[in-house]
């Protein structure tokens, strides 16, 4: 997203009734419950948007969006750590049947999501710390981070309850294959990834 969460008290309404509200208040802006607090984004800026768009295409392109798998974006998924919790992620590989697998709130079950991506803003540490948290506790198989920050991708994958087992770190240069349980062979060339969500005024390295 395009500037940093803010986490807001809820009062005495439901977190549920809560995030709805804001969001009905704030259009354009992402609201998510991540261990039992609400985190409050603004809309993403243009260099985010080109990143995820030139994300979708190699998992298009490898048949994920057409038969037992879809490719989304901003769709919600249910997490386990809260009775609220819930995570909005950039961008997702589902089981084609997700539909059946409506929880509550416009959320699935993750037991449908293969694969989950956030590409940073200025909020990098969420997506960096808790979301790892919040996804490995869901149990998501593949969870990919394009860390405009520092310039790097991460892929994270084996989940236990609370993190990671493996967690690979690449750098411009490298071409990364994803793993297999996507259902398809996707790969990501980072150099290219990390260009698409910089700033085009910004030097290459920033």
Request: hydrophobic residues 40%; contains cysteine; glycine residues 6%.
């Amino acid at each position: 997203m395009s500037a940093a969460s803010v986490e807001l008290p809820h009062g005495d309404l439901p977190l549920t009734a809560e995030a709805n509200r804001l969001m009905d208040r704030n259009p354009g802006y992402r609201v998510e419950i991540i261990g039992g607090q609400l985190v409050v984004t603004p809309p993403p800026d243009v260099p985010h948007s080109r990143a995820l768009t030139k994300l979708m295409r190699p998992f298009i392109a490898a048949g994920l969006d057409d038969g037992v798998t879809e490719v989304h974006q901003g769709i919600g998924l249910w997490l386990p750590m809260n009775a609220d919790d819930y995570a909005i992620p950039d961008l997702a590989v589902v089981d084609a049947d997700i539909d059946d697998h409506l929880v509550e709130n416009n959320c699935y079950d993750p037991v449908c999501f293969r694969l989950v991506l956030e590409v940073t803003s200025s909020n990098w540490k969420n997506d960096l710390k808790a979301k790892v948290t919040a996804y490995a506790a869901a149990m998501v198989p593949v969870y990919v981070i394009v860390d405009r920050k520092h310039q790097r991708l991460h892929v994270l994958t084996d989940p236990d309850c609370a993190d990671y087992y493996t967690h690979r770190v690449h750098s411009p240069g490298e071409i990364v294959t994803l793993p297999d349980s996507l259902g398809a062979e996707v790969t990501l060339d980072v150099a290219e990834i990390l260009a698409a969500g910089r700033p085009k005024s910004a030097p290459d390295g920033d």
